[in-house]
């Protein structure tokens, strides 16, 4: 069965630094999402992507984030000057039309 | 605003049945969703129903929605020990897919 991969598993990043984070959804997939979840917190939306635009976005989502779909594969999240409360899993989503969505195993990103 | 809501811990026993339930506040909800999480991994998408539906049944799982409560419910026939996990119930919050989700439920099955 398809599935949607997140590279890295585990990436570990000095505050201030910027980190992209990757993922590969569903190759007949159009919508795509980035989650994240803090240690013991619940999962959070950030960002919603369709047709090579963001579609919706979450007050978490700020200018510190952006997101690319850069060759039609890949949907990557950037973060800029990463804080120490970036510190969380982060999971990328993908689906097909008025499909459920499609979670990979997520990146734990860890902020020194 | 939107808000799902769910009980943080649930002990059964091997082979007994277990009940998760979900309260959900936006009513304009289209499908509601159950995800399972265990210890490391990613959000495995166990069943969902569409918000027109009472019921779903898919093998040991059953899905009942209350929509004048907005009350959700995950039963699991026959727990068993690989059902340890944590459960997850989302609601598509809008046309875009947005996801609001639940707290998560901590099931433990013990022999």
């Known amino acids: 069965e398809p599935e949607v991969t997140q590279t890295p598993s585990h990436q570990v990043t000095q505050m201030g630094q910027e980190v992209i984070l990757r993922c590969v959804p569903i190759s007949n997939h159009l919508y795509f999402y980035w989650y994240r979840q803090i240690l013991g917190q619940k999962v959070e939306f950030l960002v919603s992507?369709?047709?090579?635009?963001?579609?919706?976005k979450s007050e978490i989502f700020d200018d510190q984030f952006s997101v690319e779909r850069p060759d039609g594969s890949n949907f990557t999240l950037k973060i800029r000057s990463t804080k120490l409360e970036d510190s969380a899993m982060y999971f990328c989503?993908?689906?097909?039309?008025?499909?459920?969505?499609?979670f990979g195993d997520g990146t734990r990103l860890s902020i020194l | 605003g939107e808000d799902v809501e769910q009980s943080l811990f649930l002990s059964v026993r091997e082979g007994d049945s277990s009940v998760i339930n979900c309260t959900y506040t936006?009513?304009?909800?289209?499908?509601l969703y159950w995800y399972k999480q265990e210890p490391g991994a990613g959000l495995q998408l166990l069943t969902y129903?569409?918000?027109?539906?009472d019921m779903k049944q898919d093998q040991r799982l059953t899905v009942l929605l209350n929509k004048k409560d907005k009350h959700l419910s995950l039963r699991i026939a026959d727990t068993q020990t690989g059902d340890s996990a944590i459960y997850f119930c989302a609601e598509r919050a809008d046309s875009w897919g947005k996801f609001q989700f639940g707290a998560g439920t901590q099931v433990v099955v013990t022999p």
């Open positions: 936006d009513s304009s909800s289209t499908y």
């Open positions: 129903i569409f918000s027109n539906m």
């Open positions: 992507f369709y047709n090579n635009e963001i579609s919706e």
């Open positions: 989503a993908s689906r097909a039309a008025d499909q459920p969505q499609h």
